[in-house]
């Protein structure tokens, strides 16, 4: 009778294979612990790492935000010392400006003054003479566009002093109106008829 050699080594092969099985899965479950060891203690360090970044992020931002706060603050108090240096400047423009036009009237009105004073004493020194009526009406003309002159220039420098103020108190809407206006303008011209009419009173005379 002959020996099945194949199936025998068939046999050892499969027994050797199932054998070769059950070690390598005896192995798996000793190992199995640690792996799952190892991989929790991998999870938390994942999860600890991203609350750090979380965290640091967070920070970064708010430190960022704070910056950006100190910024706007700084840059609006520089553009409040900006507009107070430039109004203190257009205030003191327009104070000499109106300074200005101030002793503009005041010159105006000594002038006036001081022709009304001198054809006044000149009419009391020539009426013992004697002068005709031409020349008293052209004199008597003459004081009132005078008298007219310092009253106007008077009426103008009250005026130009109450816009300086006004300006000077934070009144903006009076800025760029340091003018004596028309009370100004009549001071100058009365002023002017005055002097003609005095001197034609003296030229009749």
Same mark, same amino acid.
């Given at each position: 009778m002959a020996v099945p050699w194949l199936q025998l080594i068939?046999?050892?092969?499969?027994?050797?294979?199932?054998?070769?099985? /059950?070690?390598?899965?005896?192995?798996?479950?000793?190992?199995?612990?640690?792996?799952l060891e190892a991989g929790g203690r991998g999870d938390v360090a994942l999860g600890l790492d991203a609350r750090l970044a979380g965290i640091v992020?967070?920070?970064?931002?708010?430190?960022?935000? /704070?910056?950006?706060?100190?910024?706007?603050?700084?840059?609006?108090?520089?553009?409040?010392?900006?507009?107070?240096a430039e109004r203190a400047l257009q205030v003191d423009l327009h104070r000499q400006a109106g300074d200005r036009e101030i002793g503009r009237l005041r010159l105006l009105a000594g002038?006036?003054?001081?022709t009304w004073v001198g054809t006044l004493v000149w009419s009391a020194l020539v009426l013992g003479v004697g002068i005709?009526?031409?020349?008293?009406v052209s004199l008597g003309f003459g004081w009132l566009f005078l008298i007219g002159a310092i009253a106007a220039s008077?009426?103008?420098?009250?005026?130009?002093?109450?816009?300086?103020?006004?300006?000077?108190?934070?009144?903006?809407?009076?800025?760029?109106?340091?003018?004596?206006?028309?009370?100004?303008?009549?001071?100058?011209?009365?002023?002017?008829?005055?002097?003609?009419?005095?001197?034609?009173?003296?030229?009749?005379?």
């Open positions: 068939d046999a050892a092969l499969g027994v050797a294979n199932f054998a070769l099985n /059950r070690k390598a899965a005896a192995a798996s479950d000793e190992r199995s612990p640690t792996q992020a967070a920070a970064l931002k708010e430190s960022q935000d /704070r910056d950006t706060r100190r910024l706007n603050v700084e840059r609006e108090r520089v553009t409040a010392e900006r507009q107070r002038v006036a003054a001081t005709g009526i031409g020349s008293r008077f009426i103008a420098q009250s005026r130009a002093a109450a816009a300086v103020d006004a300006l000077a108190n934070g009144d903006d809407s009076r800025r760029g109106a340091i003018r004596s206006g028309a009370s100004g303008a009549f001071a100058l011209w009365l002023t002017i008829c005055g002097l003609v009419l005095a001197g034609l009173a003296a030229l009749i005379a």
